[in-house]
């Protein structure tokens, strides 16, 4: 991605991570656990994150300002997920990398 | 969409309305039930069939061969979710969706 | 779509079909047209307005409160691209679904 | 990715940086160097590459049985857009990936 400046790259990085771990993590270890885990509001809020980091990765990789626009809603539905894995537990790899990705979303949105 | 045929534009209006139907009742209807509705296996179906009709719409908009590719596979998982639906009962718009879709690409594949 | 209510069924649809529009006409009329319709800021920004109509519907479809939080820059992408298309010409049927798409998700945001 | 065995963590990885390779020089690289390389069908084929590792990908991560399905149809699509990038020239980073993707996914179907 030799186009794109290191704060561009490193939240495309994290964005696509963070959509892995989240979509990854809903649709087994989230389904199969039941529970807490399974509660309807949880695994939408993990499918919107995935969703809303894999199309900020879309608009980043294109160089589209509108990828910065995203930026902010990004993070916040990252904080929210984060913090809703924290709540439930046993979540640890989706609660680090929504944090990443956050954090690394805000660099780009200042 | 005058650029595209009658066949071609018929299946990207089914393709999409199948993964509106499925990703929506999957997410909001499925979710909210629970038991049969919400066990994983169902829960996955529903997941795949909406990504792969939203994926062959996709690619049909772009005129690419590589569309009419997918749309054997697209019919085949719309076929499963239809059958899963119906086992499950209180699925009628999924089943329908996924039937109308599999018809629509079945049409193009031949 | 029974479980939604209807500003927000009808932002899914405009968003639904926006996205259909700017993605097959960017990458068929567009492409194929050449001259100031292949401007890469041109094409970039029909792909950007194509994605988030995309997933401005996909979170919408779920229910999630965070559909809503994206309509505000969904509305601003799609009122560039409409102006953007108005400039370039000939893009009649662009121009139109964006411009339905920016106002129903604006009637969604407030 | 503890929950997918080797193969299907390497052909997710290898389908996630083929998209992002495809999806980002597409829409800067090539659109900017004009020419060969902003040609409709290039442009379509980069496009279709993109949109088909990325929902690989999304099946893939699921655990769904439809993900192997659509690895033939993937590798195909790799493998025609690695020779055409090589056509028309300066895409190394893209056929790379692409042939990489294309290994990953036969790897996979069989």
Redesign the interface.
Known sequence: ?H??DAHTATA?DQA?FCY?TC??MA???C??MGGRH?E?AH???M??CA??C??T???L????E??K??CP?CA??CEACAADCERIGDMEPCVAACRSCAQACQALAH
Chains 1, 2, 3, 4 share one sequence.
């Open positions: 991605m186009h794109l495309i696509l892995k979509h990854g649709m087994t270890h389904l199969e399974a309807p695994l939408r809020l499918a919107a969703e809303i894999r199309t990765a879309h608009l990789l294109m160089n589209s509108h990828g626009h995203l809603e916040e539905v």
